[in-house]
Structures are given as C-alpha cells and as structure tokens.
C-alpha cells in the first residue's frame, strides 16, 4: 500500500531501537532530526547556526563548561614524578610565582621564541601538578616574555625526532596531551595573556585555558600544517573551543594565519586589548 497524501516515508537510516528517538512524541523526534542535520551541515562547511551547548545553566548548574571527550573518562597520572615544586622551583624556562590568590606561569625562554621541548614540558608538568593541590589559589595566569608567546615544539627537536624510536616520540606527545588535558581541569580558573604570535603547539595550550586575552597584534597559526606535521595532540582542544568546525579547517588544515581579532570571532580569543 502506497503512504495517504501528505505522509512522509520514514528514514531508512533511523532504527526503532534507537534511544534517541524511542519512547519520544514525534515533535521531540523532529527536533532531534533537525538538530542532526544542522550538525551534518556545520560538519561540512555550510555554517549552520549550530553550537555546543556550554556551561552552567539553570537547569543544570554543575553542568561542566566543556563536555568530556570519551577517552577522558580515566586520564592515567603522569608516567614520570614531579622533579620539583613552587618551594624548590628549579627550572629556568619557566618562572612560577605565587601572588595573593593567584599563580603566574611565565615562559622564560625568549632567545628561543618560548619553544617547547622537553625541558618545557618537564616544567609545565611540574608546575601543573603542584597547582592541583593548591586550594589556595584561584586563578591561574599563563603568559611569556618576548616577542613571541610561543613558536610551539621547537622546529630542532621536531626534526631531531627523525632519529628517536617510536616509544620515544610517544612518550613526548603522550606528557604534552596530559599537560593540556590537566591544565584544563585545573580546579582554578586559567587566563591565557597573549602579548605576541602563538604557534603550533602553543595555540593547543591557549585553548586548553579558560579564558584567553590578546593584543590586537597577536596572531595565531598552525605551524605544523607548512611543514607537512599533524598537530594531533591539539586539534581536540581546539575543536572543541573554535565554535564552527569550517573555522578549524581555516586554522589546522589551511594554514592560515589569523589575527586576534579573527581568532576572537572564530572563538579561540576572549576579547582582545
């Protein structure tokens, strides 16, 4: 028998079954419909005004400010133990402070743009892990000293990689995704202050942070993406903070340089100054 007049055929690719739908009115069913097609065209390229639904609300006031990613569920600790504390701070790339309710993490590294290698990520860690017991301290401030904020991983040791085992290279990339991931769920609140050019690397840390101010000179760029790399460890970060996935593909897979006010529209800035 044909469907009556006016009857639409139903979604081959729906299943009964599916929780979504199941038990649901039709409007509640359309709803989800319409919302899985915006997101399809966001996904594409088409600028759906579609958004993650963020942050606190009335309804659910402990809501987190960003959903967790599936492998988020259970982050082992750090494969290697803190090599210091605030009390014997001992790395010099990083200064580490302690104000009235705040800490200052401030790459200290300016004849090599701020670059990340492995003395870098040793220090970011280790003050990463002192912070998280610090009940004391409410806000967490990140910045730099030069003329760059960060170049990202350091283009000598990403060709030194070259010559590492694949352990090896695993083992960096593995303690820069936990530094990104408990840097974000530190129990204070993280501003990012970004007085020049953030690269590579260093833009995934950016949006690991809550909150990210700029001068309107600064600029934000995928360094990897020129030199033929996959920032891998990033992209989830910054994803999830860029609100329209064409906006990612203009940072990550373009390459495209983009000014703070651009990065402001896109969401990877709070405001500028």
Known sequence: DRPAAGMALPDASLHPDDPTYKGKTWDAVEKALNDRDQFLASASGYGAELTEARGPTALEPCKPKLSKF?????????????????????????????????????????????????????????????LRGRQEVRVVVLRSEGKLFSNGFNPQYLMSESSKTTEQITAVQLQFAKI??????????????????????????????????????????????????????SIPYITRRITYFKDAYQLILVGASLSAETAREYGLVTAGV
């Open 70 to 130: 599936p492998w988020e569920e259970r982050v082992e600790p750090f494969a290697k133990p803190a090599s210091c504390k605030f009390e014997n701070w001992r790395h010099t790339c990083l200064k580490f402070t302690l104000g009235k309710q705040t800490a200052t993490l401030q790459f200290n590294a300016a004849a090599s743009n701020n670059a990340f290698d492995p003395d870098m990520l040793d220090a970011l860690q280790d003050a990463i892990m002192d």
């Open 180 to 233: 990104l991931y408990f840097l974000q769920n530190l129990p204070q609140l993280t501003v990012a202050l970004i007085q020049g050019t953030a690269m590579g690397a260093a833009v995934g840390l950016v949006c690991a942070c809550d909150m990210v101010y700029a001068v309107r000179g600064a600029y934000f760029a995928m360094s990897e993406t020129k030199i033929g790399a996959v920032p891998s460890t």
